[in-house]
Nanobody
């Protein structure tokens, strides 16, 4: 049974940092998505199986960094210069294919339970 378990969310002030992590029982192309209240789930970042290719939404480019440690089967999302509009539940997900359309949530088969990130102004 595939499991994805996120941790590391929390409450932080504007300009602060957090580093959620995702422990995965599967090795795949991984993505981070987020969903704010009343909004659709949106792509945040993605990383290839090897970790050699990374992808970001324009809204987080230059502030967030996705990485993975395959020895630990863990994916990280380093979030710096956080803004109130980054407030959301953050989900990690494992894609169906090695080279997915990474921003499309339908490309992902397995999802974690989510971790709340709240940025206060």
């Amino acid at each position: 049974q595939v499991q994805l378990v996120e941790s590391g969310g929390g409450l932080v002030q504007t300009g602060g940092s957090l580093r959620p992590s995702c422990a995965a029982s599967i090795r795949a192309f991984m993505g981070w998505f987020r969903q704010a209240p009343g909004k659709e789930r949106e792509f945040v970042a993605g990383i290839s199986w090897s970790g050699g290719d990374t992808y970001y939404a324009d809204s987080v480019k230059g502030r967030f960094t996705i990485s993975r440690d395959n020895a630990k089967n863990t994916v990280y999302l380093q979030m710096n210069s956080l803004k109130p509009e980054d407030t959301a539940v953050y989900y990690c997900a494992a894609a169906r294919r090695l080279q997915p359309q990474y921003s499309d949530s339908r490309e992902y088969r397995y999802w974690g339970q989510g971790t709340q990130v709240t940025v206060s102004s």
